[in-house]
């Protein structure tokens, strides 16, 4: 894709625009950018240990100045997804409170006892007793879907371990592989899509990870920008079976390719 061409963005945030609690250099200055010159964006996260309302007074405190409608979570996508593709309102799952409460919002019943689907997701309150049950769920052959398929989640103090971790610990002990509903899935592209307003054809995926962010943007038919502020180094290129559209160190470099 021709880089002139892009006029819309869909932006990851973790390891792309902020580190745990501190922004990435020029971040705030990126997005304000966006907004003078009406370039249409959406931040789009794999992270769902949060809400949309979280994410934004996250940012406000970067000083990012969005609304919710700024921004599309895959714990939102996965909500969605479970009620509107899926027979399943009753569920098991390993995730945040807040995940929770987002998945009862949508209509959604946590159930332990007897679940219709397994469901996982970033979890920094997981415990050995829910990976337990988890574990005897999936063996006794429940539907299993995660919210992202990340490894990591990478902050300010180094990298800890992500939904992908616990979902590669639970296929060690059952040899069950969940549905993902974040990236790479391009149906969690065309959710963002509709969202925006936007043609694939000319927006932009903007994120810093290979195997979610880049891989989602060559499913969905965008183009893909990599920055290396987060999970991906420049070494790691060289490995990559496909190779991003464009490379940048930062939003700070697009930002200034942009102008």
């Given at each position: ?9 869909l ?12 922004p ?14 009406d ?37 939102e ?11 399943y ?27 219709e689907a ?6 920094k309150t997981?415990?050995?007793?829910k990976?337990?049950?988890a ?6 052959g ?5 919210t992202?398929?990340d ?5 300010e ?20 592989t ?14 963002a899509?509709?969202k925006?307003?936007a043609?694939?054809a000319?927006?932009a995926?903007?994120?810093?990870r290979?195997y ?21 180094k ?17 939003v700070?470099?697009?930002h200034?390719?942009?102008?």
């Amino acid at each position: 894709m021709d880089f002139e061409s892009i006029n819309a963005f869909l932006l990851d945030m973790d390891g792309t625009v902020y580190l745990g609690a501190r922004p990435i250099s020029g971040a705030a200055a990126f997005v304000a950018y966006l907004q003078r010159s009406d370039r249409p964006f959406l931040f789009l996260t794999n992270n769902p240990s949060s809400d949309a309302a979280y994410y934004c007074d996250k940012l406000k405190a970067m000083g990012i100045h969005v609304t919710v409608n700024h921004i599309l979570t895959a714990g939102e996508a996965t909500a969605a997804y479970l009620m509107a593709e899926t027979p399943y309102r009753n569920v098991y799952v390993l995730g945040t409170p807040c995940f929770e409460e987002e998945l009862r919002r949508a209509g959604l019943t946590l159930d332990a006892k007897n679940p219709e689907a397994v469901v996982i997701s970033f979890d920094k309150t997981l415990t050995y007793e829910k990976l337990e049950r988890a574990c005897l769920l999936l063996h006794a052959g429940l539907p299993y879907i995660a919210t992202n398929p990340d490894k990591v989640c990478p902050t300010e103090y180094g990298c800890i371990p992500d939904c992908g971790a616990i979902a590669a610990l639970l296929e060690s002990a059952t040899a069950r592989t969940p549905r993902f509903i974040g990236k790479p899935s391009p149906d969690f592209a065309r959710m963002a899509l509709r969202k925006l307003n936007a043609q694939a054809a000319r927006t932009a995926m903007v994120g810093d990870r290979l195997y979610t962010d880049m891989e989602m943007a060559r499913q969905a038919g965008l183009a893909s920008i990599l920055v290396l502020s987060g999970e991906t180094k420049h070494s790691d290129l060289g490995n990559a079976p496909q190779q991003p559209d464009f490379v940048f160190d930062s939003v700070a470099e697009l930002h200034k390719a942009l102008q």
